[in-house]
């Protein structure tokens, strides 16, 4: 249910969850909003429903859209001068209307000591709603308050709605898109070293960018942006190298079998050994010479990082395509050598760096000492996205603390002629999609009880098993046998769709508490809650011994009370 699904699956889980055995389902209003002193006339139409016609069409457009799209019109009408756009949000009470529209108190301001301007922001209001078009979607609006103007949204419209979804599947429910081809960034862990609770935010907000792209229509190409170059593999290689007598001609697949104790043995030489340092830079300044032996090294160290990585994204899953800050290492001479010849770079204190407006700190595209950084590869990689891999919108997730660094990127991509000037409908367009941080439950970083950073694989081993004893726990008080097959294909659905969910009911912008209680709560906004929903709507089907592909098939609709 949380992984990604394919269009062909997607309409199939929709029309279950909507199902009943009559095909008769109420209406509930969506939303709410602030109390109703004043109603108006229904706004009637006998037009067909819109969303038939925009499904002949083959368009989409929101429930929230359409509303939004009638208000312009009453505005342009009653207020064209003002040439105002829509503030359209649900309402927050049920009991008085779905949405809601906020114009009323900001233009009646606006309007203030002008020649005509109404008396009050109740006046602007009715004005808006005795100028709203001829309609089959609002049933009646309301007044509220100062002026605020609700809606209810009519049962036949919905009705048409839900059929149109039914019969076509929700795909047809997907938004046009501007871009067809989109690069998303994401995860992006660093080899020889294991993915921990940091990562998981990026994974799993990246793949769902990626997921509702791909459903839109976008071509996407998922990139893992894998640090998997720099001064770490010298003493990586270096290392390994002294592992065995015959050096790094007789390294094997078991000297990088546990890349955790081979990072940690190396880094603790480096940081304690003077000539293992030494020793350690001359193995860098070999590899990025090209040293076959090096390379090889380095190679397997790459290689079996992926697998690793791999084993996560499966559990998970994710799709990614693998592609390291390695993969751009020969573009940097020349890319370094174009913002020079066109005087985006300049060199200062020896270094060739790019000046950005507004920015105390310039971004350092080549060392001092000729070496390039992550901000050459990244100057690297967005020239490679949008001319070679000829992308409309390339999207980075990673936390927002890294705001600045792209900030800063992406204005020098801009000051190159890669990018289109900020504010510009042309593409490409860039975007940064920051995120805040995983905490424990005492609002601190989240950590081990011995301080270390929490590992992924263990976070997901726990919410498994917490799963896992859950439903089996279950099981034995009901007196029903406990399958270990179904049990852990149970687990699996349940553990990984809890941390997924739990991580993107969040904000994305402001940190959140890690909870394995809170996440796998049987009541209330949880994954867990969903499935158990979605497995009782399936039994009521189940059990209804209707097929509802034939009702469907045979012109039965859904009917809104």
């Not at 009323?104 to 602007?124: C, D, I, Q, T």
């Not at 050096?247 to 293992?276: N, W």
């Not at 995983?438 to 081990?448: C, H, I, Q, R, S």
Request: proline fraction near 4%.
């Amino acid at each position: 249910m949380f992984s990604k699904l394919s269009p062909v699956t997607q309409p199939d889980i929709y029309k279950r969850v909507l199902r009943s055995s009559s095909l008769h389902i109420q209406r509930s209003a969506a939303s709410g909003g602030r109390a109703s002193q004043t109603s108006t006339a229904a706004v009637k139409s006998t037009q067909p429903h819109p969303a038939l016609n925009m499904a002949e069409a083959g368009q989409s457009v929101t429930l929230r859209g359409e509303i939004s799209g009638l208000f312009k019109s009453a505005l342009s009408s009653a207020y064209p001068a003002a040439e105002e756009q829509p503030i359209i949000a649900p309402c927050n009470n049920p009991q008085f209307g779905d949405y809601q529209c906020n114009n009323a108190m900001g233009l009646f301001g606006r309007l203030k000591g002008k020649e005509g301007a109404p008396k009050n922001p109740r006046e602007v209001a009715t004005a808006i709603v005795s100028s709203l078009p001829d309609n089959s979607t609002i049933a009646n609006t309301s007044l509220a308050g100062p002026g605020f103007i609700n809606c209810k949204v009519s049962s036949e419209y919905l009705a048409a709605r839900i059929n149109a979804l039914m019969q076509q599947g929700v795909a047809s429910l997907a938004p046009p898109l501007r871009y067809s081809r989109v690069v998303v960034d994401f995860s992006s862990p660093n080899v020889a070293k294991e993915m921990h609770v940091g990562h998981l935010r990026s994974t799993i907000i990246g793949d769902t960018i990626a997921n509702t792209l791909e459903f839109c229509g976008a071509d996407v190409l998922r990139l893992n942006h894998i640090g998997d170059w720099g001064t770490q593999f010298g003493m990586l290689i270096e290392h390994m190298a002294e592992l065995r007598p015959g050096g790094l001609a007789e390294s094997r697949d078991e000297d990088v079998a546990d890349l955790q104790q081979l990072y940690r043995a190396a880094k603790k030489r480096f940081d304690d050994e003077e000539a293992f340092k030494v020793r350690a830079r001359e193995a860098v300044t070999r590899l990025q010479s090209g040293d076959e032996e090096c390379i090889a090294a380095w190679q397997r160290i790459c290689d079996a990082s992926r697998r690793e990585f791999e084993a996560i994204y499966s559990r998970l899953g994710v799709t990614l395509q693998g592609r390291g800050e390695s993969f751009y290492n020969p573009m940097l001479k020349d890319v370094v050598e174009e913002l020079r010849e066109k005087g985006v770079a300049e060199v200062s204190d020896g270094a060739t760096c790019v000046f950005v407006e507004g920015c105390e700190v310039p971004l350092i595209v080549q060392k001092s000492d000729g070496g390039y950084g992550y901000a050459s590869t990244d100057m690297a990689a967005i020239k490679q996205r949008v001319t070679q891999e000829k992308a409309d919108w390339v999207i980075y997730v990673t936390d927002i603390g890294q705001a600045p660094h792209f900030d800063m990127v992406f204005a020098a991509a801009r000051k190159a002629g890669w990018l289109p000037d900020k504010g510009s409908k042309q593409g490409p367009r860039v975007s940064h999609v920051g995120f805040g941080l995983v905490l424990g439950e005492d609002g601190k970083k989240f950590k081990t009880r011995s301080g270390d950073v929490v590992r992924l694989v263990e976070l997901l081993d726990e919410a498994k098993a917490r799963c896992k004893d859950s439903v089996k726990q279950r099981r034995e008080e009901s007196g029903e046998p406990a399958d270990e097959a179904e049990l852990e294909a149970a687990a699996n659905a349940m553990g990984y769709g809890a941390v997924k969910y739990a991580d993107l009911k969040n904000s994305r912008l402001t940190n959140y508490k890690f909870s394995f209680d809170a996440m796998l709560e049987l009541k209330g906004n949880t994954a867990v809650y969903l499935l158990y929903a979605h497995a009782r709507i399936a039994g009521i089907v189940r059990k209804s011994g209707k097929d509802v592909e034939a009702l469907l098939a045979g012109g039965a609709s859904v009917v809104l009370g």
